[in-house]
């Protein structure tokens, strides 16, 4: 049906998302039971850094 989503997705983008949560997840010592928060975390995060790139200047 989308031959050519590749040109409108980010592919990189749940990549980033992935190891900004992992990284979360470790500098806060590792929780158990909370993916879901460090998850929207760091799409959170991403999201602002990818709206205003130069904000983390």
């Known amino acids: 049906m989308y ?3 590749e ?3 980010d ?3 749940e990549q980033r ?3 900004r949560a992992y990284d ?3 500098k806060d010592g590792r929780q158990e039971g ?3 928060d460090y998850w ?4 959170r995060l ?3 850094t990818r709206d205003h790139p130069k904000a983390g200047l």
């Open 3 to 5: 031959e050519d989503t």
């Open 7 to 9: 040109k409108f997705v």
């Open 34 to 36: 909370r993916e879901t």
């Open 40 to 43: 929207f975390a760091a799409l």
């Open 46 to 48: 991403e999201l602002d």
């Open 24 to 26: 979360l997840w470790e």
């Open 17 to 19: 998302v992935r190891r």
């Open 11 to 13: 592919l990189d983008f």
